[in-house]
T-cell receptor
């Protein structure tokens, strides 16, 4: 059974640009969450999607957005990139609603210069 | 106050000792509690989960939950150098939202 796949693995962008990250969850999983991980801050919750609908959102500015497709694949978009957006972005795939084990992808390392 | 708080460490214990990792959470309605281990450069992976008050044991790991005190802990017995990692406490608060703590770095000295 394939795991959670995130693409790309690494990205370097310039301030002001936008970026789109992709996550393919484990087959059969309908819930996908996105987290931002920075040193000292741990995993900061961005949002969670279930059945193509955003069910919850963390305390991030509107520059951060996402969507989920009918095949459960999810994309996250960050517009007008800032230096502080440099982080590891992790996608988690859930079998259920979030009260079960999360399976993480390898992450996308975003560097904003 | 952060929703899920952990001591960032590092926590250093000698090989064979018991490592005790602690986590507090703010939402009294939280339903499920998880401990993930993250090795440097890797993604988190689940090692324990607990839903009810009390202790839950799995091999060398014991999770303890006290909902009245809003406190969850992880004990690692007979700590090994391979246990050196960051341990993340995660709390499912309901409504499709799981909050992670910042993690505690554990070093097990051989």
């Amino acid at each position: 059974k394939a795991g959670v796949t995130q693409t790309p693995r690494y990205l370097i962008k310039t301030r002001g640009q936008q970026v789109t990250l992709s996550c393919s969850p484990i087959s059969g999983h309908r819930s996908v969450s996105w987290y931002q991980q920075t040193p000292g801050q741990g995993l900061q919750f961005l949002f969670e999607y279930f059945s193509e609908t955003q069910r919850n959102k963390g305390n991030f500015p509107g520059r951060f957005s996402g969507r989920q497709f009918s095949n459960s694949r999810s994309e996250m978009n960050v517009s007008t990139l800032e230096l502080g957006d440099s982080a590891l972005y992790l996608c988690a795939s859930w079998r259920g609603r979030g009260n079960t084990e999360a399976f993480f992808g390898q992450g996308t390392r975003l560097t904003v210069v | 106050q952060k929703e899920v708080e952990q001591n960032s460490g590092p926590l250093s214990v000698p090989e064979g000792a018991i490592a005790s990792l602690n986590c507090t959470y703010s939402d009294r309605g939280s339903q499920s509690f998880f401990w993930y281990r993250q090795y440097s450069g890797k993604s988190p992976e689940l090692i324990m989960f607990i839903y009810s008050n009390g202790d839950k044991e799995d091999g060398r790991f014991t999770a303890q939950l006290n909902k009245a005190s809003q406190y969850v802990s992880l004990l690692i017995r007979d700590s090994q150098p391979s246990d050196s990692a960051t341990y993340l406490c995660a709390v499912y608060t309901g409504g499709f939202k799981t909050i992670f703590g910042a993690g505690t770095r554990l070093f097990v000295k051989a």
